[in-house]
């Protein structure tokens, strides 16, 4: 029943940007965070940010300055704003539900970013 869906994704040149969203339907009990994870071709997924249910962001070092999550609670939505983009930062994105019960974790499908240099 639940489902996450992102989208966004693309092409962009170094230095562009991109705005992935994630729609999440279904019931989930209670949620304790929202976060974004990368993996690109041949490497082991990663975790890039993350916004708890009060509100507070971390990021990882590789994006601090560059990336910006949020949400949008009305729309059950959560945001990754990443600017400044580097031909490194290519990946498939997923978007992730932390929630307070049994399954605990949620994810998405994937979106596709691509940045050429």
């Known amino acids: 029943q639940v489902q996450l869906v992102e989208s966004g994704g693309g092409l962009v040149q170094a230095g562009g940007s991109l705005r992935l969203s994630c729609e999440v339907s279904g019931s989930i009990f209670s949620i304790n965070a929202m976060g974004w994870y990368r993996q690109a071709p041949r490497k082991e997924r990663e975790w890039v940010a993350s916004?708890?249910?009060?509100?507070?962001?971390n990021y990882a070092d590789s994006v601090k300055g560059r990336f910006t999550i949020s949400r949008d609670n009305a729309k059950n939505t959560v945001y990754l704003q990443m600017n400044s983009l580097k031909p490194e930062d290519t990946a498939v994105y997923y978007c992730?539900?932390?929630?307070?019960?049994?399954?605990?974790?949620?994810w998405g499908q994937g979106t596709q970013v691509t940045v050429s240099s």
């Open positions: 916004i708890t249910s009060g509100g507070s962001t």
């Open positions: 992730k539900v932390q929630a307070r019960a049994y399954p605990f974790n949620y």
